[in-house]
């Protein structure tokens, strides 16, 4: 469906675009009369998926949208456009993103951002951010220009985009999909996501992604994946779905005061729907959520700091000219500084100096370690609420919980909440054109702080879009109109198929 390419340009959804659709045709035809033969290799065969930019592909350039590796060309394939090609997926163009990942709003890219919906008003061009980092990912699916997209979910990365974009944005549990070939970001908090117009069509990506990979070692052996799946199908059988109403946790924490009305009133649609359908709504606590996002832009940027080490423009990256010594013999400073200074945006070198800076051994214990403290207390609010016991948890620590509620019926089995606080902002308010103080990082940071939870407990969360009418109270958010809300459903970890079901009962 490559209809309007001057539109698709104008978005610039891709780095390296879609080719014309002639390329695609004998693939899709053959798949289609494999299809017929009831003999497909599977869902997602002569299916276009666009993929991520850091996601490493060796038929097409890897970039991670920054002008470092505007010239790499990885000589292997992940192990998921592996996966996806041995399904007969085609692995369309690769897509545009926040440089290396950071950011939230796809506009930290060295290929200029990504628009997520544009209209003209009073004569002039009004654009939305379309969400980052995953943008390019969440507009090339939003405009049907492939059947899904891959995107990489470090701490929002691919729910906030669905947010935006009005579309499906599922991260799964840490583990599950293979890193190898994923330009690491944070290595602890790294996860391939999935981006469709359906959660039917997650489903179909997920189930051909969702295996063992001996090249990753934080990849989940076949052994823990079937402890996991026997705790998660026994507390099924037993518990709920068969014989009970789903229990859904409302975090009271998410109720931000900065949430704009159509977000809050899409939550309240969206909790209304789950108990028309039988199922029973729990406000819960989840009290060190206030601490989360700082514990996230400590933590990420000292992973950050210390992968993004090896871009010195000798081990990789391209090099910068000119002489490769400084005047003190033998030394390579000035090549890796010049190096690095040309190769590297903005954000980047900020998080690098924030990184390097939590990491040094005088700033170490008051940041770096107390984030850690930080990421652990996150994840004993979730392993207390969630009926389902944490499949590599350990039951001390849930005792320590401070929460004063105690008893065994405050255990949800998903919690329902916003993707973020408020509808797309327009580009212009985000890239600084508008007003410089909104353009301030620490305001693009603020907009995950519903999604990094999640993120630092390692836990399966999607985004569904929930439509808020009328549009126009849409517009008074200073959104053209855009009348499609991001509600996130955040289960415990391994429980990544109950989380995508309810994402189902609410599309
Ligand atoms: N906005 C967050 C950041 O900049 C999340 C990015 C991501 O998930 N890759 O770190």
Same mark, same amino acid.
């Given at each position: ?127 939305? &951010? ?20 891959? +995107? ?47 959660? &039917? ?143 590297? +945006? ?57 929460? &004063? ?16 606080? &408020? ?62 809300? +991001? ?21």
């Amino acid at each position: 469906c490559i209809a309007n390419q001057k539109l698709f340009t104008e978005l610039n959804a891709f780095i390296t675009p879609l080719q014309s659709l002639g390329t695609y045709a004998d693939r899709i035809r053959d798949a289609d009369i494999r299809r017929e033969n009831g003999a497909s290799k599977s869902p997602l065969d002569g299916r276009l998926i666009a993929i991520k930019d850091n996601i490493c592909t060796r038929s097409l350039p890897t970039t991670c949208a920054s002008r470092m590796l505007e010239k790499f060309s990885s000589p292997f394939d992940a192990t998921v456009i592996k996966s996806l090609e041995n399904a007969g997926a085609i692995i369309g163009g690769k897509t545009n993103l926040d440089e290396f990942g950071m950011g939230s709003h796809s506009t930290n890219s060295h290929f200029g951002p990504v628009k997520n919906y544009f209209d003209t008003v009073n004569g002039s061009e009004k654009s939305l &951010s379309a969400g980052g980092s995953s943008g390019g990912s969440a507009v090339a699916v939003a405009t049907d220009q492939c059947y899904a997209a891959l +995107g990489t979910d470090t701490g929002g990365s691919v729910r906030l985009p669905a947010a935006y974009t009005g579309i499906v944005g599922f991260k799964p549990s840490y583990g599950l999909i293979s890193r190898w070939g994923v330009i690491a970001y944070a290595n602890s908090l790294d996860t391939v996501g999935i981006l469709a117009k359906k959660t &039917s069509t997650v489903r179909e990506v997920f189930n051909i992604l969702n295996h063992h990979d001996a090249h990753d070692p934080t990849n989940l052996s076949n052994a823990t994946r079937s402890r996991i799946s026997n705790a998660v199908s026994q507390l099924h059988s037993s518990t709920r779905l068969s014989s009970r109403p789903l229990r859904i946790g409302v975090p009271i924490e998410y109720n931000l005061t900065e949430m704009t009305s159509p977000v809050r009133s899409a939550w309240l649609s969206a909790l209304h729907t789950l108990e028309t359908q039988g199922h029973s709504l729990h406000p819960i606590s989840l009290p060190s959520t206030k601490h989360a996002l700082s514990a996230y832009y400590i933590l990420a940027p000292a992973e950050a700091s210390s992968n993004l080490a090896k871009y010195d423009g000798v081990r990789y990256g391209t090099r910068a000219e000119g002489p490769d010594k400084s005047s003190e013999e033998g030394s390579t400073d000035y090549l890796y500084a010049r190096t690095r200074g040309e190769g590297f +945006g903005d954000e980047v070198r900020r998080r690098i100096l924030l990184g390097s800076f939590s990491l040094s051994a005088d700033a170490m214990d008051n940041y770096f370690i107390q984030a850690q403290r930080v990421r652990r207390l996150v994840q004993n609010d979730f392993d207390y609420v969630f009926a389902l016991k944490n499949p590599l948890g350990d039951d001390a620590q849930v005792e320590n919980h401070s929460s &004063s509620t105690s008893s065994t019926e405050t255990k949800v089995d998903v919690i329902v909440g916003p993707t973020t606080a &408020s509808l797309p902002p327009s580009l212009a308010s985000v890239t600084g054109d508008e007003d410089a103080a909104v353009s301030a990082p620490l305001h693009s940071y603020v907009t995950d702080v519903c999604t990094v939870p999640a993120s630092l407990a390692g836990l399966p969360a999607v985004s569904v879009p929930v439509s808020v009418t009328p549009p126009g109270e849409a517009q008074e958010d200073g959104s053209l109109g855009f009348n499609k809300v +991001g509600i996130q459903i955040i289960g415990q970890y391994g429980d990544d198929d109950l989380v995508l079901r309810v994402a189902e009962l609410l599309e």
